[in-house]
């Protein structure tokens, strides 16, 4: 009878420490990697505690705005109306869920823009919150940090943001019930 020696194969744990002391090319692209992916979180991180001392920071929306917002809000079904805070800085209206859902307009839209626009700005924002497009910011930020040096991942998290915006645009039209205001 031919008996084959036994050769131990190394798993879980083992097999890890393996792979991370092996050849010189593979420990270096490891923590290649590693760095990257580590360096991008901070940077997420660091970005994420911005917007949150921006909403801090904000102050309340007028009246008329936030009767808007209810409106809109009950146009989309949802359950309540998120906060709505004015900034002082020059950005682009944004939705921030990472304490309360809360929608950031920049003062300058509220303030030089009329009634109709600031509704349809609402609306695209409001429809971000009803599709949940939030989560896939969060989906994004775990694809960013494991593939950030794949070209693939960033062209596709372009594309679905487009797809993103041009959902809420629908959705907003939808709502709104006129292309042309909504433009």
């Given at each position: 009878?031919?008996?084959?020696?036994?050769?131990?194969?190394?798993?879980?744990?083992?097999?890890?420490?393996?792979?991370?002391?092996?050849?010189?090319?593979?420990?270096?692209l490891?923590?290649?990697?590693?760095?990257?992916?580590?360096?991008?979180?901070?940077?997420?991180?660091?970005?994420c505690?911005?917007?949150?001392?921006?909403?801090?920071?904000?102050?309340?929306?007028?009246?008329s705005?936030?009767?808007?917002?209810?409106?809109?809000a009950?146009?989309?079904?949802?359950?309540?109306?998120?906060a709505?805070?004015?900034?002082?800085?020059?950005?682009?209206?944004?939705?921030?869920?990472?304490?309360?859902?809360?929608?950031?307009?920049?003062?300058?839209?509220?303030?030089?823009?009329?009634?109709?626009?600031?509704?349809?700005?609402?609306?695209?924002?409001?429809?971000?919150?009803?599709?949940?497009?939030?989560?896939?910011?969060?989906?994004?930020?775990?694809?960013?940090?494991?593939?950030?040096?794949?070209?693939?991942?960033?062209?596709?998290?372009?594309?679905?943001?487009?797809?993103?915006?041009?959902?809420?645009?629908?959705?907003?039209?939808?709502?709104?019930?006129?292309?042309?205001?909504?433009?």
């Open positions: 009878i031919d008996v084959a020696p036994v050769v131990p194969t190394a798993t879980g744990a083992m097999a890890f420490w393996i792979w991370l002391t092996g050849s010189g090319l593979e420990r270096g490891m923590w290649f990697w590693l760095a990257g992916s580590l360096s991008l979180l901070a940077v997420r991180t660091r970005q505690v911005g917007l949150l001392r921006l909403v801090r920071r904000a102050r309340s929306a007028p009246g705005v936030v009767a808007a917002c209810r409106e809109v009950g146009r989309f079904d949802l359950a309540g109306a998120p709505v805070r004015i900034v002082e800085r020059s950005l682009s209206p944004t939705v921030c869920v990472l304490h309360r859902t809360t929608i950031l307009l920049p003062a300058e839209l509220v303030n030089r823009c009329g009634n109709h626009v600031v509704r349809s700005v609402l609306a695209h924002e409001l429809a971000h919150v009803k599709r949940r497009d939030h989560w896939m910011c969060w989906i994004e930020l775990i694809g960013s940090c494991v593939y950030w040096w794949h070209p693939v991942f960033w062209w596709a998290r372009h594309e679905m943001r487009r797809a993103a915006d041009e959902a809420a645009d629908a959705w907003a039209v939808s709502v709104l019930g006129c292309r042309k205001q909504y433009a």
